[in-house]
């Protein structure tokens, strides 16, 4: 492509050169044709050799040009300042050597308005207009201009290659798609018992998940064409060209189909409408309104199932999710520790791994991973152990990366004062006391007093050893607990608080607003639910207010502190308990920097 564009340059510029070329030598002729003088003139009358002289006057009378001719039928010009002294020169010329030259006299012309005025004018939007047009043809390769493009479709056509079997972690999903796979391999399957396969499939789930993999899988299982393409490739500036694509996009797969329509963050284009601050009349509404008509208004489209994927199914138009249109909504969860083990496995095949790597451990170590973490995780221990100049991964860049991705990188080289290490120490001491003791939470991995590039200055991360489901009472308690733990510390070891425990305390906060508001774990409040769990989307919560007033707000407001200083006072007793292992684990991390789970577990058992 680049080459083209190269060749096609090269010609434009080539023929503007040849244009000027033309342009000046033109010119030179004319200058060379004005090296006639008058003296010649006169010595060739004089010598016979001119057979008729035209004068012709211009419309700046009197000057104008003379015009000799001669009787070897060659022509001579030059122009003078009074015409009239030419032809009583003539005149004296003939007598003095006895000789008739004729004279003829052409008339003035008339000023033309169109070579004067507009071809001028015609000529230099002629230039202009090729300019403009080799800046266009430029930029789109030779192709036509984008201006005739806009109402086209930007989906991208493609033979996936991708198979079921590629896809690791999801195994429920799978099997929900595998009817959709089955339809467009063999239909008749379906029709002949009067059954209608889903139009629709939506994927939805969090960030990573795997929903654009197993869309891929899908069509790679089928053989069928793939027409991918996001939902922020159908808004533009102009009104009525996402609708416009739309059309363009479901015309072209009707003639491809069976087929599937794959539209990622659909979210961009289907959200509910009548939620814009400005009318509900726009761009993006009426792009909505033809996506629902051709998923399921009066054209059938037989044989295209359309697949999208969102992480905001709460933001869509409910016309858009009825049966008919998204007939099936099929939930993209974060893998649990045997579909993590699994995803580690498809990533490691790949990698070199050396004897110590236990992908079984990794697992149990990265709860709430998705795919696409796991992958970025052995990925960062692949490029450390390149900088090591190892061609294999060891366990212990698996658990660096794992820091690295989690919390941060360690800034080994800040410099911390001896005071502040001292401080974190017993900081972090807390907090993994009440990992250790407490029965529902989980063991302590690594305890580190380095500071990481999220502004932490120090950590304390814990091992889980199974995935949950839910959360009981007990264990949200614990929660808050644990993150008082390093607040506790400080003040009875120093007697004076820092500004380290903010995060602590803004996490043990929302958990006990949680227990109060929507999960009805309040005693005095009872099962209520104050929190519709959503977030704020303005078109749809401007001008809204809650459903409880300010005394229950005052309520819950209360009912939070109290569970926040009952959970302070219950984690303060056990600290004070074991007083002695949290200055020994603070000794501990001020020698070493950095403590593992047998290091700090072997502290309970001196």
Not at 254 to 280: H, L, Q, S, W, Y
Not at 308 to 314: G, I, L, S
Not at 388 to 406: E, N
Request: with cysteine; proline share 3%.
């Amino acid at each position: 492509m680049l080459k083209r564009r190269s060749n096609n340059m090269f010609w434009y510029l080539l023929i503007v050169g040849a244009f000027i070329s033309c342009i000046l030598w033109m010119n030179n002729l004319n200058s060379q044709a004005t090296q006639y003088t008058k003296n010649d003139f006169i010595q060739d009358v004089n010598a016979g050799e001119v057979e008729r002289v035209v004068l012709a006057p211009s419309k700046d009378v009197p000057t104008g040009t003379v015009y000799a001719y001669a009787k070897s039928g060659e022509g001579y010009s030059f122009h003078v300042t009074d015409i009239s002294q030419i032809e009583d020169l003539i005149t004296e010329l003939n007598a003095a050597n006895a000789v008739n030259v004729p004279v003829y006299v052409r008339a003035i012309p008339e000023e033309s308005w169109f070579v004067n005025q507009l071809l001028p004018l015609l000529i230099v939007a002629a230039l202009v207009m090729l300019f403009f047009g080799m800046m266009n043809a430029q930029q789109n390769g030779g192709a036509n201009g984008k201006m005739m493009d806009f109402g086209k479709s930007r989906a991208r056509k493609s033979e996936s290659d991708t198979k079921l079997q590629d896809v690791a972690g999801l195994k429920e999903e799978k099997e929900d798609l595998e009817e959709i796979i089955e339809f467009l391999k063999n239909p008749s399957k379906f029709t002949q018992v009067g059954a209608r396969i889903p139009k629709g499939v939506l994927l939805e789930g969090p960030p990573g998940t795997g929903k654009t993999l197993l869309a891929k899988a899908i069509a790679g299982e089928a053989g069928v064409p793939f027409f991918t393409v996001s939902g922020s490739d159908f808004m533009e500036m102009f009104v009525g060209v996402g609708a416009s694509r739309v059309r363009d996009l479901f015309e072209d797969a009707k003639k491809n189909a069976p087929c599937i329509i794959f539209i990622d963050e659909i979210d961009a284009v289907a959200r509910k409408r009548g939620t814009g601050m400005g009318g509900g009349h726009d761009e993006r509404e009426q792009t909505l309104n033809q996506l629902l008509v051709e998923m399921d208004g009066f054209t059938a489209n037989t044989g295209i199932i359309v697949l999208a994927a969102t992480n905001r199914v709460d933001i869509l138009d409910p016309a858009i999710l009825r049966p008919g249109r998204f007939d099936r909504k099929i939930t993209v969860n974060r893998p649990d520790v045997g579909g993590r083990y699994d995803i580690l496995k498809v990533h490691a095949k790949t990698r070199p791994l050396g004897d110590d790597v236990d992908l079984n451990q990794v697992a149990q170590t990265t709860v709430g991973f998705t795919g696409a973490d796991l992958e970025n995780l052995l990925n960062e221990a692949s490029i450390r152990a390149a900088m090591d100049d190892r061609k294999y991964i060891l366990q212990s860049d698996i658990q660096k990366a794992f820091i690295k991705v989690g919390i941060g990188s360690e800034k080994k080289s800040r410099v911390i004062s001896d005071k502040e290490k001292r401080i974190t120490a017993y900081h972090e001491a807390g907090h993994a006391i009440l990992f250790h003791v407490l029965p529902d939470m989980d063991p302590v991995y690594t305890v580190s007093i380095i500071p990481t590039g999220t502004g932490a200055a120090g950590y304390t991360m814990p091992l889980p050893e199974k995935d949950e489901m839910f959360l009981t009472k007990g264990k949200m308690k614990q929660d808050i607990m644990v993150s008082l733990g390093g607040r506790i510390a400080e003040e009875l070891i120093f007697g004076d608080i820092t500004t380290g425990a903010s995060s602590d305390i803004q996490k043990a906060t929302m958990r006990a607003r949680s227990m109060v508001t929507r999960f009805g774990m309040s005693e005095k409040l009872g099962l209520i639910n104050y929190d519709d769990g959503q977030e704020v989307f303005i078109g749809r919560d401007f001008g809204q207010t809650r459903s409880y007033g300010e005394e229950t707000a005052n309520a819950i407001d209360d009912e939070v502190r109290s569970i926040v200083q009952k959970c302070y006072e219950e984690a303060k007793e056990i600290i004070l308990k074991h007083e002695n292992i949290l200055h020994k684990c603070a000794d501990l991390l001020l020698e070493k920097e950095r403590i593992t789970r047998e290091e700090f577990e072997g502290l309970w058992e001196a």
